[in-house]
C-alpha cells in the first residue's frame, strides 16, 4: 500500500533514539490500535528509500484528521529530509 504524505508534524525523538513524525494522508488508515508495520518511506529529495515502522499508538477519534504515526533510526535524520509528496510503502 502507497500512502502520500500531505502534511507532517515532528515529535521528539523516542526513548530509543528513533525519529517520529505523525503523517496526515488524504484518505483515513485504519490500523488496529497497537498495531506496528514495517514500511518504507521514498525521501524525494534525495531519490531514497529508507525502513521504519508505521503504528497507531491510540484508537483515532471520529474527529482526528487521517494520519499514522511513523517512526525511524535516527541515522537516517528523516526528520530533517522529510517532504510533503513523499510517499510511505506499508508492507
Do not use: W
Request: charged share 25%; hydrophobic share 40%; glycine share 6%.
Amino acid at each position: 500500500m502507497n500512502i502520500e504524505i500531505n502534511n507532517y508534524d515532528l515529535l521528539t525523538d523516542d526513548k530509543d533514539g528513533r525519529s517520529r513524525c505523525v503523517l496526515h494522508t488524504k484518505d483515513q488508515i485504519d490500523l488496529a490500535f497497537a498495531t506496528v508495520l514495517e514500511a518504507k518511506i521514498f525521501i524525494s529529495s534525495v531519490g531514497k528509500s529508507f525502513p521504519c515502522e508505521v503504528y497507531q499508538p491510540r484508537p483515532n477519534g471520529h474527529l482526528d484528521l487521517p494520519h499514522l504515526h511513523m517512526r525511524a533510526d535516527g541515522q537516517f535524520c528523516l526528520n530533517e529530509i522529510i517532504a510533503v509528496g513523499d510517499i510511505i510503502t506499508v508492507m
